[in-house]
């Protein structure tokens, strides 16, 4: 079993930053893939980011980010905490919603939500305008 445990919400102002911290109480041997995901109440849980962990290695293979966020967000990783990390800048107010992180087994970094096996509790964001 893997628990998933975010932190770094907040509030904060339009045209600001946060960091979001995704700490995995354990690390598998086989390649797993990283993902934060964000939901607004009333809507389906949408990708925002994702990242291939490979084998017990440091390497990290393709970053993937979806649309709305590009050369805003940066995922991370530090591979000896077993924590990802979502560094959001310039956050504007639809960015307001609640921010998960995920693990998946597959063998490619997945935008859909039902692909991903753990979850973490969530933590929300807040940009006020």
């Known amino acids: 079993q893997v628990q998933l445990v975010e932190s770094g919400g907040g509030l904060v102002q339009a045209g600001g930053s946060l960091r979001l911290t995704c700490a995995a109480s354990?690390?598998?041997?086989?390649?797993?893939?990283m993902g934060w995901f964000r939901q607004i109440p009333g809507k389906e849980r949408e990708f925002v980011a994702g990242?291939?962990?490979?084998?017990?290695?440091?390497?990290?293979?393709?970053?993937s980010y979806a649309e709305f966020v590009k050369a805003r967000f940066t995922i991370s990783r530090d591979s000896a905490k077993n924590t990802l990390y979502l560094q959001m800048n310039n956050l504007k107010p639809e960015d307001t919603a609640v921010y998960y992180c995920a693990l998946s087994t597959k063998a490619y970094v997945s935008r859909r939500a039902d692909e991903y096996d753990y979850w973490g509790q969530g933590t929300q964001v807040t940009v006020s305008s």
């Open positions: 990242q291939r962990w490979i084998g017990s290695s440091s390497l990290t293979l393709l970053n």
């Open positions: 354990r690390r598998s041997v086989s390649s797993i893939n």
